[in-house]
C-alpha cells in the first residue's frame, strides 16, 4: 500500500513569491491533515479536513494561507506572499475513521524563503 | 487545552542497552490517547505506539513499551535493546478523539541518540 505523498519534497522561494505544496492521502483515508513543523519543534495543525469539509482550520493564517481539498482526495496547501518566517517543513497526515485514531504522515515538504 | 511537555531535549544511549524517554501532558479529559512518534532524519514520522487512556495496562510493541501513569498524567517510552536504527527525533502526542478536537498535540521531541 502507497503510504502518504507529498510534493514537492524541497522549495527554496523568495519572500513575497506564492508557493504550493500537494498532498495525495493514502487510498481511503477519509481524514487529512497539514501541520507545520519548524526546526526543533512538534508539528502543530493547520487544517483538519474530513473528505472535502475543513473542520478545523482555527490555527490556519487566513490572511495569507488556503488550502482545498475539492473532491476528497488529494490537498494543496497555498502560501501567497511568502514570508522569511514560513520556512519550516509542512507535513501532511491521513487517516481512516476506525483506525484507531492512528494518523499516516507524509515525507513532508521542506520550505525556505530567501 | 491540552498540552504536552518533553523537558529532556537530547538523550544518548549506548547500543544494546535500554533507554526511556520522558512525557508529561496535562488535560481535564477523561478519554483520549497518547502516541510516541518517531522521527529519524529522513523527517518520515512512524508512529511507534499507541495508548488508551482506559486501559490501564501498559501498551507494548516489540521493543517499545510504555508506563502510563494516568493519575500523575505521565507517558513514558522505553526503548530495549537500542539498536543504530533507533536514533531519531521522538515525539510524544495526545488526542482528544471527540468531535472537532480530534487533532495531535505534539511535545516538543526529543533527540536520542544511539553510540555504536
Known amino acids: 500500500e502507497a503510504g502518504v505523498v507529498q510534493s514537492p519534497r524541497y522549495k527554496i522561494i523568495e519572500k513575497k513569491q506564492p508557493v504550493a505544496f500537494w498532498c495525495n492521502p493514502i487510498s481511503g483515508h477519509n481524514t487529512l491533515y497539514w501541520y507545520l513543523q519548524n526546526l526543533g519543534q512538534g508539528p502543530e495543525l493547520l487544517i483538519r479536513?474530513?473528505?472535502?469539509?475543513?473542520?478545523?482550520d482555527s490555527q490556519l493564517p487566513k490572511d495569507r494561507f488556503s488550502a482545498e481539498r475539492l473532491k476528497g482526495v488529494d490537498s494543496t496547501l497555498k502560501i501567497q506572499p511568502a514570508e522569511l518566517g514560513d520556512s519550516a517543513v509542512y507535513l501532511c497526515?491521513?487517516?481512516?475513521?476506525?483506525?484507531?485514531?492512528?494518523?499516516?504522515f507524509g515525507p513532508g515538504t521542506r520550505l525556505t524563503v530567501t | 487545552a491540552q498540552t504536552v511537555t518533553q523537558s529532556q531535549p537530547e538523550m544518548s544511549v549506548q547500543e544494546a542497552e535500554t533507554v526511556t524517554l520522558s512525557c508529561t501532558y496535562d488535560t481535564s479529559e477523561n478519554n483520549y490517547y497518547l502516541f510516541w512518534y518517531k522521527q529519524p532524519p529522513s523527517r518520515q514520522m512512524i508512529l511507534v505506539i499507541r495508548?488508551?487512556?482506559?486501559?490501564?495496562q501498559n501498551a507494548t510493541e516489540n521493543r517499545f513499551s510504555v508506563n502510563f501513569q494516568k493519575a500523575a498524567k505521565s507517558f513514558s517510552l522505553k526503548i530495549s535493546d537500542s539498536q543504530l536504527g533507533d536514533t531519531a527525533m521522538y515525539f510524544c502526542?495526545?488526542?482528544?478523539?471527540?468531535?472537532?478536537?480530534?487533532?495531535?498535540?505534539f511535545g516538543k521531541g526529543i533527540t536520542l541518540s544511539v553510540r555504536p
Open positions: 479536513y474530513e473528505n472535502e469539509e475543513a473542520v478545523d
Open positions: 495508548q488508551e487512556a482506559y486501559k490501564q
Open positions: 497526515a491521513s487517516s481512516f475513521r476506525g483506525s484507531r485514531n492512528e494518523q499516516y
Open positions: 502526542a495526545f488526542m482528544n478523539p471527540t468531535g472537532a478536537n480530534s487533532k495531535l498535540t
